[in-house]
């Protein structure tokens, strides 16, 4: 079984007023991985790929996703999906009360025993200041969950250890042929035949990108390593969609990266579909942890989905 832990923050903005981006996964992330390789690398020359430790290091093990030797999967890339994702508020919502910041992460596989130095790089980012604005913030509350027992409060000299979660391999419990809503919390950003789908989705790009990310996610961080049975083919005629009502949002953002400004995007709303998700494979179960599509790690992709 993949094993994840999930951390929930609580913070105390120095100004209460501050006037934050609408989505606040763009601006923690870039903070973050602003801040990530400061915080841990011992390297002068800061080169991962020629880190002796860097085997043992948190910064390569959570943010840069580099791709293991001998895989089976993934082979033209350098680089693989990495294993953490923010969990932040829909677009133009906050979680807590005003003058509050609250967020979350999540780590999966070997990533997970690293979670008190993603906690303590966004403590740095907080009194260095966040977003356009250099918006500070104090954390109050490190929690097991959004919401969930105090693992950490200011004084405190120890961490709590957070729960050991796991996403369960098994097949989904829902019926073979159901209807489910689909609710895309945060952006939702799939590819399909190359290209991404910034307008609209159907069931298949829902199925095909669950099922692809369950299985990296599983190929590459899951401990176990054991072998699934293949997932059932099925035609895109026996999927209906019922009713949706789906909008795109983008934000423009400057990546230090790649030292160029970009554009994210994706879907929000939902979607009534019909057809044989009970046949679809374990992934449905994931995806809600995993979040799905592109641009996982800025909180893209939290999708939820309930039967009617």
């Not at 590819?191 to 095909?208: A, F, H, K, T, Y």
């Not at 990108?209 to 369950?214: L, Q």
Request: with cysteine; charged share 20%.
């Amino acid at each position: 079984m993949l094993q994840y832990v999930e951390i929930g923050l609580s913070a105390v903005l120095a100004e209460a007023d501050a006037d934050l981006p609408p989505f606040l996964g763009t601006t923690l992330r870039g903070a973050f991985g602003l801040l990530f390789k400061r915080t841990v690398c011992q390297a002068r020359h800061g080169r991962c790929v020629q880190c002796g430790v860097r085997t043992v290091c948190p910064y390569p093990a959570v943010f840069e996703g580099l791709a293991p030797e001998g895989r089976q999967i993934m082979r033209r890339y350098d680089t693989i999906p990495q294993p953490f994702v923010l969990l932040v508020p829909s677009p133009g919502q906050r979680w807590g009360l005003p003058g509050e910041l609250v967020w979350g992460f999540r780590l999966f596989g070997a990533a997970c025993r690293f979670w008190p130095y993603v906690v303590h790089t966004f403590d740095a980012a907080g009194k260095a200041g966040i977003g356009r604005g250099r918006w500070k913030y104090t954390i109050q509350c490190v929690t097991d969950g959004i919401g969930g027992n105090t693992l950490w409060t200011p004084g405190c000299s120890d961490w709590a250890e957070p729960a050991q979660r796991h996403i369960d391999h098994c097949a989904s419990t829902v019926p073979p042929h159901c209807t489910l809503r689909w609710r895309f919390e945060t952006p939702l950003r799939l590819r399909s035949s190359g290209m991404v789908r910034d307008e609209q989705i159907n069931p298949m790009d829902l199925l095909l990108n669950g099922r692809r990310r369950f299985s990296i996610m599983r190929h590459f961080y899951d401990a176990d390593g054991s072998e699934l049975p293949p997932d059932e083919r099925l035609d895109a005629g026996r999927f209906r969609i019922i009713s949706e009502q789906v909008f795109p949002w983008a934000h423009r953002r400057y990546s230090l990266r790649q030292k160029r400004r970009m554009v994210l995007g994706g879907l929000l709303g939902e979607m009534v579909i019909e057809g044989p998700w009970g046949l679809s494979g374990p992934w449905l179960n994931a995806v809600p942890i995993l979040h799905l599509g592109k641009a996982t790690t800025f909180g893209f992709g939290n999708v939820k989905w309930e039967m009617l």
